[in-house]
């Protein structure tokens, strides 16, 4: 059971431009929203959260959307730079199940120079 | 901060061993959980340890079994292995209750069963 997903495998960006990541939820209940970075061969690491009581957060060039009644949040990246480049995931969790994390299946970006 | 270390990185079975994957915690994180990412997919929880007992388990079978030490280092076991259990294991951290980050996790044990 899928609950967190990202339909988009792959985005190819040019560098300077806007990234933009979309990821669907099912569970309503979720609590909180995580985007994780990961390099190949290195462990995910947090990039940027939001609380399901507010509806954007942001942090340098990094900003989440959260639209609860579509079950939908984004993540922009503005400007994309070549570091960028990376398996970015969506993450969900429920403070009822002690916040455990349902990922969805990641999406690779790769930003042009 | 050490931040969160697995052991070994890679590791090659057989179908039909058991192996133990090794983590150990961040300084003052006394929560593990452990996830398994296949290729190509996301993370999925296998279970989470709070001190020392077992606190939630995703959709694995019995045969992946896990243990928390005093030191909130941690162990996955997973028995009979098969084909499928091919993925790379990610051990996370943290302390109890939720962090805006969620977990610190490691750099994982690419694991391979032939």
């Known amino acids: 059971d899928q609950q967190v997903k990202q339909n988009s495998p792959s985005l190819s960006v040019q560098e300077g431009r806007i990234s933009i990541l979309n990821c669907d939820y099912t569970?309503?209940?979720?609590?909180?929203f995580l985007w994780y970075k990961k390099y190949p061969a290195e462990g995910p690491t947090f990039l940027i959260s939001?609380?399901?009581?507010?509806d954007k957060n942001e942090d340098g060039r990094f900003t989440v959307f959260l639209n609860k009644s579509a079950k939908h949040l984004s993540l922009h990246i503005v400007p994309s730079q070549p570091g960028d480049s990376a398996v970015y995931f969506c993450?969900?969790?429920?403070?009822?199940?002690?916040?455990?994390?349902?990922f969805g299946a990641g999406t690779t970006v790769t930003v042009r120079a | 901060e050490t931040g969160v270390t697995q052991s070994p990185t890679h590791l090659i079975k057989t179908r039909g061993q058991q192996v133990t994957l090794r983590c150990s915690s961040q300084?003052?994180?006394?929560?593990v959980s452990w996830y398994q990412q296949a290729l190509g997919q996301g993370p999925q929880f296998i279970f989470q340890y709070y001190r020392e007992e077992e606190n939630g388990r995703g959709n694995f079978p019995p045969r992946f079994s896990g243990l928390q030490f005093p030191n909130y280092s941690s162990e996955l076991n997973v028995n009979a292995l098969e084909l499928d259990d091919s993925a790379l294991y990610l051990c996370?951290?943290?302390?109890?209750?939720?962090?805006?980050?969620?977990?610190?996790f490691g750099s994982g044990t690419r694991l391979t069963v032939v």
């Open positions: 569970n309503s209940m979720f609590d909180y």
């Open positions: 996370a951290s943290s302390p109890q209750g939720w962090q805006d980050y969620g977990y610190t």
């Open positions: 939001i609380s399901s009581i507010k």
């Open positions: 993450a969900a969790s429920l403070r009822s199940n002690d916040y455990k994390l349902s």
């Open positions: 300084s003052g994180h006394n929560t």
